[in-house]
């Protein structure tokens, strides 16, 4: 589809993507993704931008939860008035990993300016790691 790369381009913006995504007149989700939307912002109230952080593995729902992520935190920022913050999110590298899900994962913090955490370990580990730190 031509369109889909100006589409990508416009949606780089995190507040963009929100106001896009806030628009959906798709009855079967915009519920969906508006009760998704505001439980990202109010865990970015309670806890702040720091204090959340999205697994991220390169999976198709690992992406769709990455951005619903990146859109709230965006809104969260412009309604408090704070400058715009990186999300955070952790990725468990396992030995068995393909290395195109490693090159996906690594092109999508790099285009959209995720603040990665990687853990060379089992999920519970790196949870666990990443908790303490």
């Given at each position: 589809?031509?369109?889909?790369?100006?589409?990508?381009?416009?949606?780089?913006?995190g507040l963009s993507l929100y106001d896009h995504l806030m628009a959906c007149d798709d009855s079967t989700i915009a519920g969906a993704i508006s009760k998704s939307l505001e439980t990202y912002k109010q865990a970015f109230?309670?806890?702040?931008?720091?204090?959340?952080?999205?697994?991220?593995?390169?999976?198709?729902?690992?992406?769709?939860?990455?951005?619903?992520?990146?859109?709230?935190?965006?809104?969260?920022?412009?309604?408090?008035?704070?400058?715009?913050?990186?999300?955070?999110?952790?990725?468990?590298?396992?030995?068995?990993?393909?290395?195109?899900?490693?090159?996906?994962?690594?092109?999508?913090?790099?285009?959209?300016?995720?603040?990665?955490?990687?853990?060379?370990?089992?999920?519970?580990?790196?949870?666990?790691?990443?908790?303490?730190?």
């Amino acid at each position: 589809w031509a369109g889909a790369a100006d589409d990508a381009a416009l949606y780089m913006d995190g507040l963009s993507l929100y106001d896009h995504l806030m628009a959906c007149d798709d009855s079967t989700i915009a519920g969906a993704i508006s009760k998704s939307l505001e439980t990202y912002k109010q865990a970015f109230r309670l806890y702040g931008p720091r204090g959340v952080i999205v697994s991220f593995n390169g999976g198709k729902d690992a992406v769709v939860i990455m951005h619903l992520a990146r859109a709230a935190l965006a809104k969260y920022c412009h309604d408090n008035g704070i400058p715009q913050q990186r999300l955070r999110v952790i990725y468990f590298l396992s030995e068995h990993e393909f290395p195109e899900v490693k090159a996906f994962v690594e092109s999508q913090v790099s285009l959209y300016d995720l603040e990665l955490q990687t853990y060379e370990t089992d999920f519970v580990s790196g949870l666990t790691a990443s908790i303490a730190s």
